[in-house]
Nanobody, 111 residues
Framework: QVQLVESGGGLVQAGGSLRLSCAAS????????VGWYRQAPGKERALVAS???????YYSDSVKGRFTISRDNAKSTVYLQMNTLKPEDTAVYYC?????WGQGTQVTVSS
């Protein structure tokens, strides 16, 4: 059974940085792309960034230039480095792979 475990969320001041991690089962990790989504209160879940199995990346306009997604196939882990955080980045962040979702990790950015 595929398991996704996110970590790295927390409370940070505006302008600060956080790095989220998404650890997955090694059996399917290297064969699949991974996406990071976020859901703020009262809003729909939205794609933030994604990375294909070969390393091609996508970023939403709202995070382009501030967030970086990367993957370490040896560790079956995807990272989301978030810099210059803004209060509007506050949300629960989820990773997804092969149709599965993690439990989410809260990111709160104070002004």
């Amino acid at each position: 059974q595929v398991q996704l475990v996110e970590s790295g969320g927390g409370l940070v001041q505006a302008g600060g940085s956080l790095r989220l991690s998404c650890a997955a089962s090694a059996s399917i990790f290297s064969r699949n792309g991974v996406g990071w989504y976020r859901q703020a209160p009262g809003k729909e879940r939205a794609l933030v960034a994604s990375i294909t199995r070969t390393g091609a990346t996508y970023y939403s306009d709202s995070v382009k230039g501030r967030f970086t997604i990367s993957r370490d196939n040896a560790k079956s882990t995807v990272y989301l480095q978030m810099n210059t955080l803004k209060p509007e980045d506050t949300a629960v962040y989820y990773c997804t792979l092969a149709g599965m979702w993690g439990q989410g990790t809260q990111v709160t950015v104070s002004s």
